[in-house]
């Protein structure tokens, strides 16, 4: 069994969807301390992971069924579920666990974890998600690593029993944007369907995950946004609350992938705009203002965060055209 035991050297990154987690794991991921697993595995913060498998919501058979299914070797559907529309995979390349986990490997850790879950099932469950990612930390040779599947913010109180260790890293960004990419993701076909139920469909979902951390200790939750990442000039307080959060030195080559891959248009800051009339646009503006009003009077953690960002967004028209270069400095 792979063994990360330093207590600083497991982070989960989580947050709504569509909120930069990817590009943050990433970044993070970048430093020699961290390594990135490449893709959400789901299968330990999702629906029938390890949350409802601790709590008896699912048994032993049906969370080992689907391992081996979806979460094993899933398609990409932009939002809608497979078992929903299944003509979506048709083309597409399969996700999953078998993108790094050899066959043999896995079989061998799902093996282990069904003969212990029984007797032990929050050390059997921890054994299983070791044996399947601890792989990826000792091959690149750092001592700790970063997993982005969203619900882990959601499943944290589960997480933070099974994994002491773990660090949790809540990602928000200026609730239109996130809401508009959901929206375009389901195309019509899933709520949220419009820009302004998008903006309530962000709102409880933040509620949701703040909820679930409220529990934890303070040393152990960050709230980050992206948006402070790729200001301009840069939000150099953000790169030195991470860096202190995970307790890591300045290092040149962690910013390598923003540099080199993330664009302006990437970052999609103040994309919800585009392209919708001025009507709608209002709609949308009074919708995320009567939220960030509701997020603020019940004292949301991240409150004052989302109200920094709306409001420095309302002064830099046209930030998502200046580019990430120089924020980058900040992490260097």
């Keep these: ?43 330990h913060a999702d629906r029938g992971g390890f949350p409802d498998l601790l709590a008896g919501r699912v048994t032993k058979d049906e969370f080992l069924r689907r391992l081996r299914g979806f ?54 469950c921890r054994e299983l998600f070791l044996d399947l990612l601890g792989p990826l930390a000792e091959a690149a040779g750092k001592p700790g690593l970063v997993e982005m599947s969203c619900a882990t913010t959601v499943a944290a109180p589960t997480l933070a029993r099974v994994f002491p260790e773990a660090k949790f890293i809540h990602v928000v960004r200026d609730g239109r944007d996130a809401s508009a990419s959901r929206v375009r993701q389901g195309r019509g076909l899933l709520y949220p369907r419009t820009r302004v139920q998008g903006v309530r469909w962000w709102e409880g979902r933040v509620r949701r995950i703040e909820g679930a951390l409220a529990g934890l200790p303070e040393e152990r939750v960050l709230t980050l946004s992206l948006d402070w990442l790729v200001q301009r000039p840069p939000n150099r307080r953000g790169y030195r609350l991470l860096r202190r959060f995970l307790g890591v030195e300045k290092q040149k080559t962690a910013d390598t992938l923003f540099k080199r891959k993330v664009s302006p248009e990437r970052a999609n800051v103040g994309r919800w705009e585009r392209g919708l009339p001025e009507r709608t646009r209002e709609q949308v503006r009074r919708e995320y203002e009567a939220a960030l009003e509701r997020i603020e009077g019940d004292r949301l953690v991240c409150a004052p965060l989302l109200r920094e960002i709306y409001e420095f967004e309302g002064d830099q028209v046209g930030a998502e055209q200046t580019g990430l270069a120089a924020a980058n400095e900040a992490f260097r």
């Design 1 to 43: 069994m792979s063994d990360l035991a330093d207590p600083a050297r497991l982070v989960f990154v989580g947050g709504t969807g569509r909120s930069g987690t990817h590009l943050v794991a990433k970044l993070i991921g970048r430093h020699a301390e961290f390594e990135n697993v490449p893709i959400e595995v789901r299968f």
């Design 71 to 124: 979460w094993w070797r899933r398609y990409r559907s932009g939002g809608r579920p497979p078992d929903i529309l299944p003509w979506v995979a048709l083309g597409r390349e399969p996700r999953g666990l078998h993108k790094f986990v050899a066959q043999d490997a896995f079989d061998a850790a799902v093996a282990r974890f069904d003969r212990r879950f029984d007797s032990e099932p929050e050390s059997a």
